[in-house]
C-alpha cells in the first residue's frame, strides 16, 4: 500500500514574500487562500473586504487595511 501524499500547509512566510505585512499573513490562510497565486487570483476589493471582516469578527487589535495596501500587493 502506498502511502497517501500529504498536501502542503500554506505558510505565512509564502504571503510575506509578496509584500503582505506578517500580522495579515495568518489572517489570509484562515481566509481559505492556500496560496499567493490564489490570493492574486482574486479582485484586490474582495480580499479587502473579507479580511476587515475578519479582523471585525474576531475582534482582532490590527489596523483596518485600506484598499490601497491590498492593490499595492498585486504591483
Excluded: C
Aim: overall charge positive; cysteine-free.
Amino acid at each position: 500500500m502506498r502511502p497517501e501524499k500529504k498536501k502542503e500547509l500554506p505558510k505565512p512566510e509564502d504571503f510575506i514574500g509578496i509584500g503582505v505585512p506578517a500580522e495579515w499573513a495568518e489572517h489570509i490562510i484562515q481566509a481559505g487562500y492556500a496560496t499567493p497565486a490564489d490570493l492574486i487570483s482574486v479582485k484586490p476589493t474582495k480580499i479587502h473586504q473579507v479580511l476587515n471582516g475578519i479582523r471585525k469578527k474576531n475582534k482582532l487589535q490590527i489596523p483596518a487595511l485600506r484598499l490601497e495596501e491590498v492593490v499595492a500587493w498585486f504591483d
